[in-house]
């Protein structure tokens, strides 16, 4: 491997689900600006909307994950064309 191109400031953070408040705990070089105390200790906190807690593909359960209201717009749209 190449001498020097590998990051040296790696640290524990927190990375947390928002869709179903997971969280886990991993070393990672990720800048952020908020923290969380998890057991007395505080760790750099990364806000995610989906990881594989939450994806439907590793669950197994068929969930819409929609901000922004897209699906219903969709289906308002196109929902009812394949019924007659």
Do not use: C, Q, W
């Amino acid at each position: 491997m190449k001498k020097g191109i590998h990051p040296e400031s790696y640290r524990p953070v927190v990375f947390k689900d928002m869709s179903n408040g997971d969280y886990f705990i991993t070393r990672s070089t990720v800048t952020t600006k908020e923290t969380i105390d998890i057991d007395g200790v505080t760790y750099p906190l990364l806000k995610l909307e989906i990881s594989s807690s939450s994806h439907p593909f590793y669950t197994g359960k068929s969930k819409l994950v929609d901000t922004a209201g897209r699906v219903d717009k969709f289906m308002s749209r196109y929902g009812n064309r394949g019924k007659k």
